[in-house]
């Protein structure tokens, strides 16, 4: 399983850029994906996930009403859609998977998952 994170950039405050995540060889409806970010000097965080085709998302409280996360198993493609961006979510960020769901206390610790893409930086101006 490889997965390849896209669509990062330079966006100013209260823009909206749309991160995508393609994963070859993942066609698993029972998977968990994740998006996650890191920004200098400091661990990385969940985002956002979602723990199976059928479960509903989760986020972390710093982007709850403005990120958006979704999968496409027909394409083997998650996303995350972010709006209303703040420079505090200025970061790389980094989708993540795993072939089996998670228990839902894990879903945004970072070290429940086994793959991960190469990350995408994404920088909000102010």
């Known amino acids: 399983l490889q997965l390849q994170a896209s669509g990062g950039g330079l966006v100013q405050a209260g823009g909206s850029l749309r991160l995508s995540c393609a994963a070859s060889?993942?066609?698993?409806?029972?998977?968990?994906v994740a998006w996650f970010r890191q920004a200098p000097g400091k661990e990385r965080e969940g985002v956002a996930c979602i723990r199976s085709k059928w479960d509903v998302p989760t986020y972390a409280d710093s982007v709850k009403g403005r990120f958006t996360i979704s999968r496409d198993n027909a394409k083997s493609t998650m996303y995350l859609q972010m709006n209303s961006l703040k420079p505090e979510d200025t970061a790389v960020y980094y989708c993540?998977?795993?072939?089996?769901?998670?228990?839902?206390?894990?879903?945004?610790?970072?070290?429940?998952?086994?793959?991960w893409g190469q990350g995408t930086l994404v920088t909000v101006s102010s």
């Open positions: 993540a998977a795993r072939n089996t769901r998670i228990v839902l206390s894990a879903c945004l610790d970072p070290s429940s998952y086994v793959y």
């Open positions: 060889g993942f066609a698993s409806d029972y998977g968990s």
